[in-house]
């Protein structure tokens, strides 16, 4: 029972050896800090995996908050996605329309995707997979 409590408070699941990956984007696509206070879209796919997770922390890798109600994080099973199987998130602090995860606060922010049960960590290397892409849409003061 702790072990899920603490996985519903902190939206992160203990993984052991070989249960899934963990990546973390610090920087969008043109290698810019992501900040709290501007407007990013998330667009792509993530590699093959049975479920994944969207979630974003603050410097100390916590999971930001949602105090208006909004996604703490985004999982396979929620997200809206086009005929190809892509989708689209936007994070930001003001709610969107479709795929939104939500930023709080201000400050660097981080994005961390989580692969669970994933070929990715296979012997074939991880350099064969491409990630979503993190595009910077507004830059907002």
């Known amino acids: 029972p702790y072990a899920r409590a603490r996985a ?3 939206g ?24 709290a206070t501007c407007t990013y879209a998330i667009v792509g796919k993530t590699p093959a995996a049975r479920a994944w997770t969207l979630r974003a922390s603050d410097d100390q890798y916590l999971t930001i908050g949602s105090p208006t109600g909004g996604a703490f994080g985004l999982h396979s099973g929620n997200v809206l996605r086009d005929q190809s199987g892509a989708f689209k998130i936007t994070f930001s602090a003001t709610p969107s329309s ?14 961390i995707i989580t692969l669970y049960d994933t070929s990715v960590a296979s012997t074939t ?16 003061d």
Do not use: C, H, K
């Not at 992160?12 to 900040?35: C, K, Q, W």
């Not at 479709?98 to 994005?111: C, D, K």
């Not at 991880?126 to 910077?136: G, K, L, N, Q």
């Open 12 to 35: 992160r699941i203990a993984l052991g050896s070989a249960e899934g990956l963990v990546f973390v984007a610090r920087t969008d696509d043109a290698n810019r800090e992501i900040l």
């Open 125 to 140: 290397g991880i350099s064969d997979y491409t990630m979503p892409s993190i595009d910077r849409v507004r830059f907002n």
């Open 8 to 10: 519903a408070r902190t």
């Open 98 to 111: 479709g795929n939104w995860l939500q930023s709080a606060g201000v400050g660097q922010r981080y994005l």
